[in-house]
T-cell receptor, first 112, second 114 residues
């Protein structure tokens, strides 16, 4: 069965620091990859997605992610975080027309 | 466009009681999903509907959980009887079709079983 691993359970950063959240998946074929964000008290929102083409994907709010097929990874990055980026971040994978499989999430706390 | 609506927002019940959650997806979205998110974990799929038919319910604990999607629009998820380990947030999501371009999630129902 496919699975998604998010290595960091809780990340604490100061404002303006750079962010990288790891995501690895276990599936050998073609996959669609997603990052979702859940701000405190809000619903899950799509940050960005990758289906094919340029492995560097840009999403909303200055986030980007890079798909590295050889490493089965889809890491999320942001050059400079803001206090408003405090949230929980979920990586999700599907091989195609099947439901998303989510990682356990990484909680990001940004301090002033 | 209106989002995915879920109700109630919160529910507290005693173990062995029954509970039902309601979801109204985005208009025109054929596919509807129910996910269970236990504290500290990512969402886990319970059931997927395509219109009013079940596509995948392999992870639904059918001895106590049931779900339906009448007329291919609204859906209800029921737990009867509830156990302590059912305490979680129940998320409903919808998408235009089986091709996955990202779901739209509702705000969820937080269930506490005491």
């Amino acid at each position: 069965a496919q699975s998604v691993s998010q290595h960091n359970h809780h990340v604490i950063l100061s404002e303006a620091a750079s962010l990288e959240l790891g995501c690895n998946y276990s599936y050998g074929g073609t996959v669609n990859l997603f990052w979702y964000v859940q701000y405190p008290g809000q619903h899950l929102q799509l940050l960005l997605k990758y289906f094919s083409g340029d492995p560097l994907v840009k999403g909303i709010k200055g986030f980007e992610a890079e798909f590295i097929k050889s490493k089965f990874s889809f890491n999320l990055r942001k050059p400079s975080v803001q206090w408003s980026d405090t949230a929980e971040y979920f990586c999700a994978v599907t091989p195609g027309n099947t439901p998303l499989v989510f990682g356990k999430g990484t909680r990001l706390s940004v301090i002033a | 466009e209106a989002g995915v609506a879920q109700s109630p927002r919160y529910k507290i019940i005693e173990k062995r009681q029954s509970v039902a959650f309601w979801c109204n997806p985005i208009s025109g979205h054929a596919t509807l999903y129910w996910y269970q998110q236990i504290l500290g974990q990512g969402p886990k799929l319970l059931i997927q509907f395509q219109n009013n038919g079940v596509v995948d319910d392999s992870q639904l604990p059918k001895d106590r959980f049931s779900a339906e999607r009448l007329k291919g629009v609204d859906s209800t998820l029921k737990i009867q009887p509830a156990k302590l380990e059912d305490s979680a947030v129940y998320l409903c999501a919808s998408s235009p079709g089986t091709n996955v371009y990202g779901y739209t999630f509702g705000s969820g129902t937080r269930l506490t079983v005491v």
